[in-house]
């Protein structure tokens, strides 16, 4: 398996455009989690799916994020209209199960908002 | 959830074994303890998990007293390689929710 694949790599963006970031779990994984990773918060996470569900997005910092997952195969999180301080690494995540036993994590989309 | 506490950071050189310490004195009877790996950009790369007593695999060996108010992660001889960050979290298998914290640096040198 490919593992959790993620895209883009890299996104560099201007204040006020929409970004949207891209995630393929592990196939069979039935839980997905999308991870903000920075320097003063370290990981945070953002909002966690399982079977394609929302189960928990309270980690969401505000309305310009949203994330979907319209099938097992897909997710995406966007931010809409995005903001300097939104410049991060956004991790996505994935899952056999519903709980924390091994969380396998994609490498990443490392978002500059200018 | 328990709160833990590990060393920011910590030097090493090659061949060398590295023992990270954990404190989790308000563990819970349900919670496990598991440790993650993050090179430089990559995402966090999970390493072992464990109740109680050691686990062992063919990356690291998890030491968990009868207490279960400290772990300890010990890296048989470490390479260079082995230069990352490395996540203690303790919890029950259920919560979705674990905080990574800090973590602790490692840096290997030659």
């Known amino acids: 398996d490919a593992g959790v694949i993620q895209s883009p790599r890299h996104e560099v963006t201007e204040m006020g455009q929409e970004v949207t970031l891209r995630c393929k779990p592990i196939?069979?994984?039935?839980?997905l989690f999308w991870y903000r990773q920075t320097m003063m918060r370290g990981l945070e996470l953002l909002i966690y799916?399982?079977?394609?569900?929302?189960?928990?997005d309270s980690g969401m910092p505000e309305d310009r994020f949203s994330a979907k997952m319209p099938n097992a195969s897909f997710s995406t999180l966007k931010i809409q209209p995005s903001e300097p301080r939104d410049s991060a690494v956004y991790f996505c995540?994935?899952?056999?199960?519903?709980?924390?036993?091994?969380?396998?994590f994609g490498s990443g989309t490392q978002l500059s908002v200018l | 959830l328990a709160k833990t506490t590990q060393p920011i950071s910590m030097d090493s050189y090659e061949g060398q074994e590295v023992n990270i310490t954990c404190s989790h004195n308000?563990?819970?009877?349900?919670?496990?303890i598991t440790w993650y790996q993050q090179f430089p950009s990559q995402g966090p790369r999970f390493i072992i998990q464990?109740?109680?007593t050691k686990v062992t695999n063919e990356v690291a060996s998890l030491f968990i007293p009868a207490d279960r108010k400290s772990s300890t992660l010990s890296l048989p001889r470490v390479s260079l390689s082995d230069t990352a960050v490395y996540y203690c979290?303790?919890?029950?298998?259920?919560?979705?929710?674990?905080?990574f914290g800090a973590g602790t640096t490692v840096t290997v040198r030659a």
């Open positions: 799916f399982n079977n394609n569900v929302p189960i928990d």
């Open positions: 464990g109740y109680k």
């Open positions: 979290l303790v919890g029950p298998l259920s919560d979705y929710k674990l905080s």
């Open positions: 995540a994935s899952s056999f199960s519903q709980t924390n036993e091994k969380l396998f």
């Open positions: 308000n563990i819970a009877t349900n919670d496990y």
């Open positions: 196939s069979g994984h039935n839980s």
